[in-house]
């Protein structure tokens, strides 16, 4: 498919597991994020790339760690899943223009940790 | 830190009324600011983008505008529609890290027929 996908689309996990959240994106679009949105902070960013093994935090990072081997996939681990850790992640892409680009985001992935 | 606000956090209004929303920004040093669109469990779909040497963006029945010194943008949603209805963010990207966004908390819309 064309595009910016996520899987899995829903998750539900127990503390102290570890998740990993998948994105792939068809346009080798250089620049990746990862987002989280929560009622009452709306989208904070977690994790960014602006290439291919180059990869460094946002703003709520902690928790979370992110690899980048490959241009078209940036997923995201959590090594040990906590209940503040219940939220909708979403995965962006970007190219890079002069005076900026656009974020193309995926569909979500909604995770429950109980 | 930059803190981006959206006001009114939501809206309930008839079809074909002419709507505004208004985004505001506590650092002005911003490189683009760019409003999106989400459906009720959807991911963002990016609507405009104004980069910072321009004034304002057109598409359709949106207009946006920017103005950098007093830390503002306006959403401008002519002849409302039910399929409007949605919840519109605003965020601005610093340029310290290209791509890096803030985004506000958004203002959820619902169009009535």
């Known amino acids: 498919d064309a595009g910016i996908t996520q899987s899995p689309r829903y998750k539900i996990t127990e503390t102290g597991r570890q998740v990993t959240l998948m994105c792939h994106q068809t346009?080798?679009?250089?620049?990746m994020f990862w987002y989280r949105q929560d009622l009452g902070h709306g989208l904070r960013l977690i994790y960014y790339?602006?290439?291919?093994?180059?990869?460094d935090k946002g703003e709520v990072p902690d928790g979370y760690v992110v690899s980048r081997s490959k241009t078209e996939n940036f997923p995201l681990t959590l090594e040990s899943a906590t209940r503040s850790q219940t939220s909708v992640y979403f995965c962006?892409?970007?190219?890079?223009?002069?005076?900026?680009?656009?974020?193309?985001f995926g569909p979500g992935t909604r995770l429950l940790v109980l | 830190k930059q803190e981006v606000t959206q006001i009114p956090a939501a809206l309930s209004v008839p079809e074909g009324e002419n709507l505004v929303l208004n985004c505001s920004f506590t650092?002005?040093?911003?490189?683009?600011l760019q409003w999106f669109r989400q459906d009720p469990g959807k991911g963002l779909t990016s609507l405009l983008l104004?980069?910072?040497?321009?004034r304002e963006q057109t598409s359709g029945r949106l207009n946006a505008s920017l103005d950098k010194s007093s830390g503002r943008s306006t959403l401008y949603i002519a002849a409302s529609q039910p399929g409007d209805s949605a919840t519109y963010l605003c965020?601005?990207?610093?340029?310290?890290?290209?791509?890096?966004?803030?985004f506000g908390r958004g203002t959820q819309l619902t169009v009535w027929p």
């Open positions: 962006a892409s970007s190219d890079f223009l002069e005076g900026g680009e656009t974020q193309y």
């Open positions: 346009w080798s679009h250089s620049y």
């Open positions: 790339s602006a290439a291919a093994d180059i990869t």
């Open positions: 650092d002005s040093a911003i490189y683009n």
């Open positions: 104004i980069q910072s040497s321009q």
């Open positions: 965020a601005v990207d610093r340029g310290s890290t290209l791509g890096r966004l803030y």
